[in-house]
Nanobody
Framework: VQLQASGGGLVQPGGSLRLSCAAS????????MGWYRQAPGNQRELVAI???????NYADSVKGRFTVSRDKSKNTVYLQMNILKPEDTAVYYC???????????????????WGQGTLVTVSS
């Protein structure tokens, strides 16, 4: 199972970006999906999470500016980022809780998988 993130780049303050993260492989079920970020010198922090039922939760610093969504048919999670600020600059990582198919009658318990990270730079 792999998570492939894309969509990062350089954007001016006040601008927008949309990140995508697609899961692939022998997937039985995907539970929560989310986005984290890590700025230089800082610990990785939660940005947004979306459950399999569509409930969402956001870090206070991004509420009202970022929107997380998912397309179950594509095993993909998105992060729409608006009104970007220089302090949003970080490497963004996607994560997902995934149960993996082992055989026609057996799948693993949920395990957390991570994407490779995509850099978002907000600067004029």
């Amino acid at each position: 199972v792999q998570l492939q993130a894309s969509g990062g780049g350089l954007v001016q303050p006040g601008g927008s970006l949309r990140l995508s993260c697609a899961a692939s492989g022998p997937i039985f079920r995907i539970n929560d999906m989310g986005w984290y970020r890590q700025a230089p010198g800082n610990q990785r922090e939660l940005v947004a999470i979306i459950t399999s039922g569509g409930s969402t939760n956001y870090a206070d610093s991004v509420k009202g500016r970022f929107t997380v969504s998912r397309d179950k048919s594509k095993n993909t999670v998105y992060l729409q980022m608006n009104i970007l600020k220089p302090e949003d600059t970080a490497v963004y990582y996607c994560s997902a809780g995934i149960e993996v198919v082992i055989s026609p009658t057996f799948h693993t318990p949920e395990r957390e998988y991570w994407g490779q990270g995509t850099l978002v730079t907000v600067s004029s």
